[in-house]
């Protein structure tokens, strides 16, 4: 499964990365900026984009806007985000994203309940 991790912040997209990568099943690449991801993506998805909310430059959603087209049945795209805000997840669902993470205590289980399809088992919308 390849994933692709957009987080700016080196040591937290490290933490994830390793956490993520004891499943041998799990290539995962990270990026600092949605623009580098991006060019990447280059016209091909990743199985998995994990991407924070909040981006220097252009932001999550903003990279969501721009690649969901693209977004089929079988891509997963999670939203990362340390702020636990109602309207923030409501306007995540309205643009189509269907996975939110708080970076709390529990985001690797968060993670891998969605990476596994089990999102049900978690307070996570699908």
Do not use: C, H, W
């Not at 993520?20 to 799990?26: P, R, T």
């Not at 990476?115 to 978690?122: A, R």
């Amino acid at each position: 499964m390849r994933i692709f991790l957009i987080e700016d912040d080196e040591i937290y997209a490290e933490f994830v990365k390793k956490a993520l990568g004891q499943n041998s099943e799990y290539q995962i690449n990270t990026f600092t900026t949605a623009e580098d991801a991006l060019k990447a993506v280059n016209g091909s998805l990743p199985d998995v984009l994990i991407i924070d909310y909040k981006l220097p430059g252009m932001s999550g959603i903003d990279l969501y806007e721009k690649i969901k087209d693209q977004v089929g049945e079988n891509n997963k795209v999670i939203m990362l985000s340390a702020l636990d805000d109602g309207n923030m997840v409501l306007s995540f669902i309205q643009k189509g994203v269907r996975d939110y993470v708080i970076k709390d205590e529990n985001v690797i289980e968060s993670l891998e309940a969605i990476l596994g399809g089990k999102e049900d088992d978690y307070y996570l919308f699908d």
